[in-house]
């Protein structure tokens, strides 16, 4: 055999016992996430109240109970994360806001939320009229890759 079939077939069994790893691996988080999954199912509550800001931010600056900061892995410490500050009842409190409904949360608006926990699962009623969700600014190249397209009638002129 040559060298070049040798370094092939060794990187192709390295490529195949990576590959296996990745779908044990995949298949223990997928486990976890449904066990997370049905936990927060069981403890979620509805709640009413008013969403104060909105924000993005590190889980340090977020103003979380250090408890929260303590059980987080380090990896994710440093990461950004959807903070919702909100007064429930008399207290002001942060909560963890899911990715999915982060957009369409109001801000200085009375909602009636699910929580489990810290953690907003979902907006349900809101009071008073609801707002339109601000559309985000199309860049210079966007733009003008649509309006080549209207031009050219590859996409319809609207």
Excluded: W
Excluded at 127 to 137: D, F, I, T
């Amino acid at each position: 055999m040559s060298t070049l079939s040798i370094v092939l077939i060794v990187i192709l069994v390295v490529l195949l016992v990576a590959v296996i790893a990745l779908y044990f691996v995949g298949k223990k988080a997928q486990k976890k996430q449904a066990e997370q999954q049905e936990q927060l199912e069981a403890s979620k509550q509805t709640v009413s109240m008013l969403i104060i800001d909105k924000k993005r931010m590190k889980l340090k600056e977020a103003g979380l109970p250090s408890i929260v900061l303590e059980q987080t892995p380090k990896l994710l410490r440093g990461s950004k994360l959807p903070i919702v500050k909100a007064k429930v009842g008399p207290q002001i409190m942060s909560l963890v806001c899911d990715e999915k409904i982060f957009d369409t949360v109001p801000i200085k608006k009375e909602v009636k939320a699910v929580v489990s926990g810290i953690y907003i699962t979902e907006v349900k009623g809101l009071h008073g009229k609801n707002a339109p969700v601000e559309q985000k600014k199309k860049g210079f190249f966007k733009r003008n890759i649509e309006k080549m397209q209207e031009k050219a009638g590859a996409k319809p002129v609207k």
